[in-house]
């Protein structure tokens, strides 16, 4: 894989809670991906936007404020609208096991709870992103 | 500090380490007198009740009065929570503390279509003074004390309870309790933000005025390490950027004409209480001493009040683990013991459920039993500062005073507080500090029980807190009417009124943020007109 894997971190949601954002977003950095932060309260539209704008391979968003259920499957949808099927949702932050299921059912490709290393989640993003 | 006592003690065979606190400070094998040799009882430390205050702020301690217990709570709809703040009554807590949904605490209504999703999910949702009266239903205001946690629309907030209180017949002067209202942390660490910098000090400084003169008893700022903390700093930079923000609202506020003497008793603070025992006592000790520099020596206060710091501790959120979530009720106590150690005055304790959501009732429970225990079984309420002339404790206090001193030199080199914000000075140490903590946890320097050690692959299931959905409707139900059955020629009268204060150089805002209340013009509605006039903040990405 000689391009950079495109990584957009954004973060939907009312709340300011960026510390598990930012250190993904440096994490990713460090592993060589190319990383664009969105900064605090993106509305999915400006999340899908963005990823549109940057031609990105990975969105990575962070919910902690217990909106995931609302947001995250606006966003799978939008993205469909936009034919981004190809580009890989990740989800972090605090969310409960039971919506995990939920949240894959509208093609999120994987949820990381609290505690999650970013070693496994910069690995888990290497071994399944696919290049276009 | 380094020092070889190996001659006297024998080399004997250590652990590979790092010995290290949870912020990464190098701790030495054993601390003896050689460690504290230029430590001055009276000029360092003082009896309890004596300046510098470093062994605590009142000659008795808890012989005197136990700390305040204080849960954080709030959930859903007003009603909902009223009924949660009955049941704390009932087992026991001393004084109420109110979180606000995510919609209130950024200056928005239930039915704000960025509000979707977040209806009473992280606290209740307060749109307007009907919210706040059903909120108190039943409890007396002159007899209670409240913190409400509430920032950007602090102002809002608190003349809600004020009309509450009027309300219930309840004199303003007998009204006890805290309103955090410290913006400053919000753009270094917990972001929630609405006003840019200069008008949201200037409305801070509004309250500072108002309460001296109408509201005595109330702590109109909290100002507060506890979210720098939670965002990743050290201990170290938790109380440095703390306390400077301290400085730097004086410094407003004097501008602006106040007599410091007048505001600063009612200046409170807010620390977190993080894993590592004896680092969160020296930070506590630490802070009252420097506080008590601060202000006689930078600020020349003579009302001795001013010069006391009073703090409230929260155990740490972010140390709490998804993994074995009930191994949390011992992090809590830990926490909760270092806050009593360190002479805090009052004390919220995390449920063991609140990595995974907001605590069930039984888990609320628990948090405010680990206090209860500490105050009546552990035998540490019966003297003052008990670990006063421990060596490792007096050279872990003098060392965190040093770093203090050390920031506030960068932070006075930089023009003040706002200034460091605006060059994102604060916001990249912490960031730095969190990754690197992370990467520790990583490379296991750092262990996590249950976490990157002693690890389970199927863990039970525990019952948390559902948030249920109906909240949403029914809250935005009860504003459709409101909107309908109100005044609204005196609700666009306040508002006109609140813009014209606000474009007017040097008004106080707190008058008029009454009046709008009063004619239960909403939340959401007096933030607009503000924005209208402040305009808004946009955080620069680091």
Not at chain 1, 28 to 42: H, K, N, P
Not at chain 2, 153 to 162: C, N
Not at chain 2, 163 to 181: M, Y
């Amino acid at each position: 894989m000689s391009e950079k894997i495109r990584v957009i971190v954004a973060k939907p949601g009312l709340d300011g809670h960026d510390r598990g954002a930012k250190v993904i977003a440096r994490a990713f950095r460090d592993a060589g991906f190319e990383v664009i932060y969105t900064g605090l309260r993106q509305t999915p539209e400006q999340v899908v936007h963005a990823a549109l704008q940057e031609d990105a391979d990975v969105v990575g968003l962070s919910v902690l404020s217990g909106a995931h259920m609302t947001l995250c499957p606006r966003i799978m949808d939008l993205m469909k609208k936009e034919r981004l099927d190809d580009v890989m949702v990740v989800v972090g932050g605090i969310i409960p096991d039971q919506d995990i299921p939920k949240l894959k059912e509208c093609g999120v490709a994987q949820v990381f709870q609290p505690g999650a290393s970013t070693e496994d989640i910069v690995a888990y993003v290497r071994q399944n992103v696919r290049k276009k | 500090m380094a020092k070889d006592v190996s001659d006297r003690v024998g080399k004997g065979v250590e652990r590979t380490g790092p010995f290290t606190t949870v912020s990464g400070v190098p701790i030495e094998r054993l601390y003896t007198p050689e460690d504290i040799p230029d430590l001055d009882y009276e000029k360092d430390l003082g009896d309890p009740g004596q300046p510098p205050y470093t062994r605590g702020i009142y000659p008795t301690m808890y012989r005197g009065k136990h700390w305040t217990m204080r849960q954080f709570s709030g959930f859903g709809t007003a009603a909902d929570t009223n009924e949660r703040f009955q049941y704390l009554l009932k087992h026991g807590q001393d004084g109420l503390s109110v979180a606000f949904h995510l919609p209130t605490l950024m200056g928005l209504d239930s039915d704000d279509p960025m509000s979707e999703g977040e209806v009473g999910k992280c606290g209740v949702a307060i749109d307007s003074l009907a919210d706040m009266e059903t909120l108190f239903k039943g409890i007396p205001l002159d007899k209670i004390s409240t913190s409400m946690t509430t920032n950007a629309p602090a102002t809002i907030l608190w003349s809600m309870y004020l009309v509450v209180a009027e309300k219930q017949g309840a004199h303003w002067k007998k009204l006890r309790g805290t309103i955090q209202n410290d913006i400053l942390k919000e753009y270094i660490a917990q972001k929630t933000y609405i006003f840019p910098p200069r008008p949201s000090m200037k409305l801070i400084v509004d309250t500072f005025e108002f309460g001296s003169k109408h509201v005595p008893q109330w702590n109109t700022i909290s100002i507060s390490g506890y979210h720098i903390r939670e965002a990743g700093s050290t201990a170290l930079q938790e109380l440095a950027f703390t306390l400077y923000d301290g400085i730097e609202y004086i410094e407003w506020a004097r501008r602006s004409g106040l007599d410091v003497d007048e505001f600063a008793p009612r200046l409170s603070f807010f620390f977190n209480a993080h894993n590592d025992l004896f680092e969160e006592i020296a930070k506590y000790r630490a802070a009252r001493k420097i506080w008590y520099k601060i202000v006689t020596e930078r600020f020349h206060c003579k009302n001795p009040r001013s010069a006391i710091l009073r703090f409230h501790t929260q155990t740490a959120g972010c140390s709490l683990t998804a993994q074995q979530p009930y191994n949390n009720i011992v992090r809590t106590a830990i926490q909760a013991l270092a806050a009593v150690l360190g002479g805090t005055q009052s004390l919220h304790t995390n449920s063991l459920d609140e990595t995974l959501a907001l605590p069930t009732e039984h888990a609320a429970g628990i948090a405010l039993r680990t206090q209860q225990i500490l105050a009546h079984e552990s035998g540490i309420t019966n003297t003052a500062d008990p670990l006063g002339g421990s060596y490792f404790v007096e050279r872990l206090t003098l060392d965190m005073e040093k770093g203090c001193w050390d920031y506030f030199e960068r932070l006075d080199a930089m023009g003040g507080m706002v200034a460091a914000i605006e060059k994102g000075f604060p916001q990249r140490e912490i960031n730095d500090a969190s990754y690197e903590y992370q990467k520790a946890i990583e490379r296991k320097e750092k262990i996590i029980v249950g976490v990157n050690e002693f690890v389970m692959d199927e863990e039970p299931p525990i019952d948390t807190l559902l948030i249920d959905e109906s909240v949403t409707g029914r809250q935005v139900e009860q504003l459709r009417k409101l909107r309908e059955t109100r005044d609204n020629g005196r609700v666009r009268q306040t508002l006109e009124a609140l813009r014209e204060a606000a474009a007017t150089h040097n008004v106080n805002m707190m008058p008029s943020i009454l009046d709008c209340v009063r004619a239960y013009t909403t939340l959401g509605e007096i933030c607009a007109t503000l924005r209208s006039v402040y305009g808004v903040y946009e955080e620069p990405i680091f």
